[in-house]
T-cell receptor
Framework: AQSVSQHNHHVILSEAASLELGCNYS??????LFWYVQYPGQHLQLLLK??????LVKGIKGFEAEFIKSKFSFNLRKPSVQWSDTAEYFC????????????FGGGTRLMVKP | DTAVSQTPKYLVTQMGNDKSIKCEQN?????MYWYKQDSKKFLKIMFS???????INETVPNRFSPKSPDKAHLNLHINSLELGDSAVYFC?????????????FGPGTRLLVL
């Protein structure tokens, strides 16, 4: 069964700092990859997704992620964070043998100091 | 025009009680899901239904029974509630036959068992 690891559990940044959140998965086949964001007190929202094509994916709110197949990674990046980016970020993987089932990472809590 | 809605938003109840959480999606999706998010924010799939048929049933106690009266609704009934059932329960939906398998999440139901 596939698993998803987010090694950074808590990240604290100042506004305007650059962000990179790690996501690694363990599955050798074809995958679809997602990043979801959960703002305080709110539900999960899709930030961006990768299915095929250009491994550099642009999402909403200035986020992007790069799929590196050789490293089984899908790291999330943003060049300059804002206070409003304070949230929990979840990486998720859908393997080609798992139907529509998503496996989520443990989440990374990002706090941006104003 | 909420896409995925859940009721109630908060549910506080005593151990041993039976409760239900309702979910409705107006996206015309074929597949619906229930996830449990524990106190450490870890998200785990519980059930997946496609066109009113159970597809995924992860290791979940029999006390949890999903019911799908039609493809726009997936309700979760929980019998004999236990302290460990306290969590946030998220409903989600996706388009089964669409290659874009992004799941759209509801706002969550925060369940507290006393």
């Amino acid at each position: 069964a596939q698993s998803v690891s987010q090694h950074n559990h808590h990240v604290i940044l100042s506004e305007a700092a650059s962000l990179e959140l790690g996501c690694n998965y363990s599955y050798g086949g074809t995958v679809n990859l997602f990043w979801y964001v959960q703002y305080p007190g709110q539900h999960l929202q899709l930030l961006l997704k990768y299915f095929s094509g250009d491994p550099l994916v642009k999402g909403i709110k200035g986020f992007e992620a790069e799929f590196i197949k050789s490293k089984f990674s899908f790291n999330l990046r943003k060049p300059s964070v804002q206070w409003s980016d304070t949230a929990e970020y979840f990486c998720a993987v859908n393997a080609d043998n798992a139907g529509n089932m998503l496996t989520f990472g443990g989440g990374t809590r990002l706090m941006v100091k104003p | 025009d909420t896409a995925v809605s859940q009721t109630p938003k908060y549910l506080v109840t005593q151990m041993g009680n039976d409760k239900s959480i309702k979910c409705e999606q107006n996206l015309g999706h074929d597949t619906m899901y229930w996830y449990k998010q524990d106190s450490k924010k870890f998200l785990k799939i519980m059930f997946s239904y496609n066109n009113k048929e159970l597809i995924i049933n992860e290791t979940v106690p029999n006390r949890f029974s999903p019911k799908s009266p039609d493809k726009a609704h997936l309700n979760l009934h929980i019998n004999s509630l236990e302290l460990g059932d306290s969590a946030v329960y998220f409903c989600a939906s996706s388009q089964e036959h669409n290659t874009l398998k992004a799941q759209y999440f509801g706002p969550g139901t925060r369940l507290l068992v006393l």
